[in-house]
């Protein structure tokens, strides 16, 4: 099976099923992770466990935790209180289509089944318990204060202020970078990676996790709603700081480009293992939506 | 030290320093986690370590994983979209001081940080990985959809019904239960028990935990503001289920006495060690407030 399929699949047999009690909660959890999403931070996880020589079925229970990280930050951030968005992925956010409660609880709800997964997976897993616990740590520490969580913070405050280039940049490490980072340090550790390989595998996640970013950033300016599958433009609207309204269209782009140049050359070394990873640094930073 | 200031001390000193950036985020988190709470579950984490002959020193990670699970559970419930309370512990709740977003993300935070200390504790810890794993995998599955979020949206969904004994056990049995009974597991857990002591500390906290809730209604009916530190009546006027609403006053005493009762006969074979957990649920359920 595809390394996509075997992700949707392990994420499907590991959630309560759509009637599980209670199932107002099931059916708001199920909603926003099979959204059509891109499965980019799993597919960092494997392609990184694949590139130091690990399998891909021990390092599963890992990418699907990342993708439940991711969602529920999605839920959260599109609340009203939040980015207030109530369009995401093509679809309605979860708030518009079961209320601001549930769509909260399913957002905490996923987060704590992304430890529950990763620490205790429903398929044995042959990934010592030390290196699982690391993964942990890792994933937690991405996701909270000095990460994902600090990163929207700072994004929200920054909303009609006049950002530079560096604040900025600050905004992306930690909002969207810390967790695509991690994805690839977790793929390494559960892997196997040793340290000269772990530290190489970092380097490449920061770089494409930038770059990711201000392609986003591209596309949020020159897209439209029906090939984004979420509301265009609303960065500019919300008069938030982005990569291209600090230096322009043509500088971003060039900017993304050398990203890109500089995550692949820390991929040499793996030779052919390392190529799944270098296809899927293109693709997000070569995206047309 | 008193194992309370143990546990205050090492919330503190894990925990980002309130001008930590982003500083509204630092200074919400720890707003609600040093609002004078009780402290119960990490008492009980260390009560559980104690009675199987466990250290306290490597059970702190775990009992300040719980507080963390706890607090940020506090912070959500009370926003506008749930319970919508404007009083907590004698004073406003987050969203009252921060606004919406930054109380959500709050929570969002706490709740990752619980399990980057159970994982990657900022000081050595003896206890080994594989039972800290499996303490990792107790707590997120008690704070999940089948546990805590669970109880919240089962809580949520019942207002203004009309709520029979069993719908209101299988409400407590969640929303606070599942915390409270993994707390006296996951203790035993990193204190090294064997199955037949987990067990009895399983029994131990389930027992414990439903007397404790019983008497949080008793006391949301007999109680003021004052005496409470948070809205009374607040139950009654939502239109809550509650056990003395169920059963009635004496009813709900004569249950919390013999679930004290059966909570303590669990603790005999562990002797002396036994006795510091038997005195907390004495306290839990012998409460005025």
Same mark, same amino acid.
Request: proline letters at 6%; aromatic letters at 4%.
């Given at each position: 099976?595809?390394?996509?399929?075997?992700?949707?699949? !392990?994420?499907?047999? !590991?959630?309560?099923?759509?009637?599980?009690?209670?199932?107002?909660?099931?059916?708001?959890?199920? !909603?926003?992770?099979?959204?059509?999403?891109?499965?980019?931070?799993?597919?960092?996880?494997?392609?990184?466990?694949?590139?130091?020589? %690990?399998? /891909?079925?021990?390092?599963?229970?890992?990418?699907?935790?990342?993708?439940?990280?991711?969602?529920?930050?999605?839920?959260?951030?599109?609340?009203?209180?939040?980015?207030?968005?109530?369009?995401?992925? =093509?679809?309605?956010?979860?708030?518009?289509?079961?209320?601001?409660?549930?769509?909260?609880?399913?957002?905490?709800?996923?987060?704590?089944?992304?430890?529950?997964?990763?620490?205790?997976?429903? *398929?044995?897993?042959?990934?010592?318990?030390?290196?699982?616990?690391?993964?942990?740590?890792?994933?937690?520490?991405?996701? %909270?204060? *000095? =990460?994902?969580? =600090?990163?929207?913070?700072?994004?929200?405050?920054?909303? @009609?202020?006049?950002?530079?280039?560096?604040?900025?940049?600050?905004?992306?490490?930690?909002?969207?970078?810390?967790? /695509?980072?991690?994805?690839?340090?977790? @793929?390494?550790?559960?892997?196997?990676?040793?340290?000269?390989?772990?530290?190489?595998?970092?380097?490449? %996640?920061?770089?494409?996790?930038?770059?990711?970013?201000?392609?986003?950033?591209?596309?949020?300016?020159?897209g439209s709603d029906e090939t984004l599958?979420?509301?265009?433009?609303?960065?500019?609207?919300?008069g938030k700081a982005t990569y291209p309204?600090?230096?322009?269209?043509?500088?971003?782009?060039?900017?993304?480009?050398?990203?890109?140049?500089?995550?692949?050359?820390?991929?040499?070394?793996?030779?052919?293992?390392?190529?799944?990873?270098?296809?899927?640094?293109?693709?997000?930073?070569?995206?047309? *939506?």
């Amino acid at each position: 099976m595809e390394r996509a399929g075997l992700v949707e699949e !392990y994420l499907d047999r !590991y959630l309560p099923p759509e009637s599980a009690p209670p199932a107002t909660l099931s059916r708001a959890v199920r !909603y926003s992770l099979f959204a059509g999403g891109k499965r980019l931070r799993p597919a960092l996880v494997l392609g990184s466990a694949e590139a130091v020589g %690990g399998s /891909i079925e021990d390092a599963l229970p890992a990418a699907a935790a990342f993708e439940m990280i991711h969602t529920y930050s999605l839920i959260h951030d599109d609340l009203p209180s939040m980015d207030d968005d109530s369009l995401r992925r =093509g679809r309605p956010t979860s708030h518009v289509v079961f209320g601001e409660a549930i769509a909260i609880l399913a957002g905490d709800a996923l987060q704590s089944h992304a430890f529950a997964v990763l620490a205790d997976p429903p *398929s044995p897993c042959r990934v010592p318990a030390e290196r699982r616990l690391r993964a942990v740590a890792e994933l937690a520490r991405a996701a %909270g204060v *000095s =990460g994902m969580v =600090g990163g929207q913070v700072l994004d929200l405050e920054s909303e @009609g202020q006049s950002v530079d280039a560096a604040a900025l940049e600050r905004i992306h490490r930690h909002k969207t970078g810390a967790l /695509i980072r991690a994805a690839a340090r977790v @793929g390494a550790i559960v892997g196997g990676a040793n340290e000269d390989e772990l530290e190489r595998l970092t380097r490449f %996640g920061e770089e494409a996790g930038l770059g990711f970013q201000i392609v986003d950033d591209i596309l949020d300016v020159e897209g439209s709603d029906e090939t984004l599958g979420k509301s265009a433009g609303k960065d500019a609207k919300a008069g938030k700081a982005t990569y291209p309204l600090v230096h322009g269209i043509g500088e971003a782009r060039k900017k993304a480009e050398e990203l890109l140049a500089s995550a692949l050359s820390r991929l040499e070394p793996f030779g052919p293992a390392g190529r799944p990873l270098a296809l899927l640094a293109e693709q997000m930073i070569r995206r047309r *939506s």
